[in-house]
């Protein structure tokens, strides 16, 4: 379960006392090293907004690059598994699926 093993723990607040608090809640994740980001909590929230942007993204190009690879007659998993070993790309999210943006074409023909 992701919420045992986070990426990272971002905390937005402007109160040391309220940091104290959070860092206790979240003390058996330091136990595990997980990596805790303090900041106000504007610059929280946009870390929420860029990071799901991001996500969306990835899962709109991925679906775009199924598409494409249909009509093309490529083979979208093996583009994707080749992608995610760039490092700066990742395999994470590079899975194609209904689960955000566009239909595959195949959906819309039945």
Known sequence: MIFFHPDRIVVGTDSEKAKGIMKEIYRSL??????FVFCNPETAELIEYASNAFLATKITFINQIANLAEEVGADVHIIAKAMGMDGRISPKFLHHSLGFGVVPQRMLRN
């Open 30 to 35: 330091y136990l595990i090293e997980t990596p």
